[in-house]
């Protein structure tokens, strides 16, 4: 099996900074992309970030210039640092990756973490 691991969650005031970190294990052939969702209360899932292989990076409209992801592919992990936090940015956050089993080396599925909580607010 193939499990994701969050770290890096928390409260934090406006304007402030948190760095989430997931990391991947398990019966792993490769990884292709790599990245972030996150769901407010009420709301549905959405994506945040996403590193592809090759350095390809997306993002969401509403947190360019604030969040950057990056990846350790030595590692299997994956980072989201995320500055300038806004109270619409409160929600939990799912670290997600695309991953080809060692026993199916060419088909790539979604793994999901268990969600990290964070909370912007004074």
């Known amino acids: 099996q193939v499990q994701l691991v969050e770290s890096g969650g928390g409260l934090v005031q406006p304007g402030g900074s948190l760095r989430l970190s997931c990391a991947a294990s398990?019966?792993?052939?490769?990884?292709?992309?790599m990245g972030w969702y996150r769901q407010a209360p009420g709301k549905q899932r959405e994506l945040v970030a996403i590193?592809?292989?090759?350095?390809?990076?997306n993002y969401a409209d509403s947190v360019k210039g604030r969040f950057t992801v990056s990846r350790d592919n030595v590692k299997n992990s994956v980072y989201l640092q995320m500055n300038s936090l806004k109270p619409e940015d409160t929600a939990v956050y799912y670290c997600?990756?695309?991953?080809?089993?060692?026993?199916?080396?060419?088909?790539?599925?979604?793994?999901w973490g268990q969600g990290t909580q964070v909370t912007v607010s004074s």
């Open positions: 997600n990756a695309a991953v080809a089993h060692i026993t199916t080396p060419l088909y790539f599925r979604d793994y």
């Open positions: 398990g019966s792993i052939f490769s990884i292709d992309a």
């Open positions: 590193a592809r292989n090759g350095g390809i990076t």
